[in-house]
């Protein structure tokens, strides 16, 4: 199943993609319907309600637009770990985003003004989705829990996140960070092992790898988070970018207000958004 | 005013401290009290309502039990940037914790089993409230934004606090990190300058410094990070801890299960937490 979160009227509403269509659920967002119960391709724990809506013609939201958690993962990749000059981590790297940094599929990504910082990167990753509460997990109640996945650009204001030890500052800058298109179920998409992930910038690929690349997978990583704390639905653990990025390039390269960003991960779907400024 | 958050019948109630009476509010929980309007020592924007409670029976939650956001500050003391030989920082070190890790001021620390870790440290801090949104803010915007001050114990696991250069994951262990006991509204307590902080464990003091060392003060940390993100009533900012913590003593000294952390700043009041396994 594809879930999404719909905004619609000033406030937002879940929904299943069948085809071309939205077909809208009783639920206010997807975290609202994973609280519910679980969901796979045959069903979902929420009433259908309220019709359809084509779902070209939908705004999208972050597909989980207030989650209590959002962890991330750094330097997760051979590839990226390679690229900057850094050893393969031994454990996680975590660090945390706020809700306030989402924005949605196709929004813009809201860079800092100039005045504040001007590099600005962009980061393509797999993003697991809880789907039930999990502590203390082994492998195979870790897997048990990941309701499914989806998109997520950890675009990062790199003079930020390295103005301190700390990624922090960085990686939560109000409205940078696109999540979606839509959830898509674990039934249907398997464990997030062996996707295709790739990022372009106004046309040109500047991120391609696969999720075999990842240092710690995504089971790993929610068995690993679990004994620090329990994990609840909706929760987002964005998995770490490939190789690629702008940072590391010769010269460096930055986003900036007016360019494309096209973010992608193999049978999800693509995000695509303009930078603005401010 | 003094503001808590009480636990009665499996729910929570917001209250004002009156003497040595809680008078219940009509609101869950503080954020939501902060989120009606402005709170000065002369009003509140809730309606009172359910009656009153001896505050020596409350059984008090984490004065706001579900911030949307928790920012910490690492090495903002200049006698604990000098006991871990650290440079005073050139900007704040932030980072997060997730809701989860909350616990009430006079609830048990849990700390992790002896398999996870055995090296639980204290870290007694000032934290800001904020009582409005507010973004982009100078310093007279960014005052006016902070609701008052609490007290949090920044229970630290050093060992997962270390495994990467990333702090998060021995900041937000379960139920480790004590908030409270009450929320002391700026016009009572003032900007957050000038207060006696300390930290006792079972009763030898570990911990003893005062605001005036702080590297970076409540309204500066207020405006730094209202440049990232809107900052929203009932967001917790823990402004970091002084000399003193066991990591830093020689040998080292961790908390066990049984041991007794007394936290206070002055003007606020004390937390009083036993240390738990798992």
Known sequence: MRLVTVRIDGATRAGRVSGDEIVLLDAPDVRTVLEAGPVTSGSVAVAEGGGTLALD????????P?????????????????ETNSPLPAAPIYFAKYRRALTGPYDPIRLPVPEVSTNADWEVELAVVIGRQVRHAGADEALAAIAGFTVLNDVSIRDWQTRTTQFLAGKTFEGSTPVGPALVTADEIGDGRGL??????????????????????????????????????????ATGTPGGVGMARDPQQWLAPGMVVRT?????GEMVNPCVAG
């Open 66 to 82: 207030g989650p209590d958690k959002i962890v991330c993962v750094g330097l997760n990749y051979r590839d990226h770990a390679a």
């Open 264 to 268: 992608a991960v193999e049978g999800i």
């Open 196 to 237: 295709r992930v790739s990022c372009t910038v106004d046309g040109v690929t500047k991120q391609s790898s696969n999720t075999d690349q990842l240092v710690f997978g995504p089971v790993e990583l929610v068995a690993d988070l679990s004994t620090i704390m329990t994990l609840d639905p909706g929760d987002i653990i």
């Open 57 to 64: 013609d939908a705004d999208l939201a972050p597909v989980v």
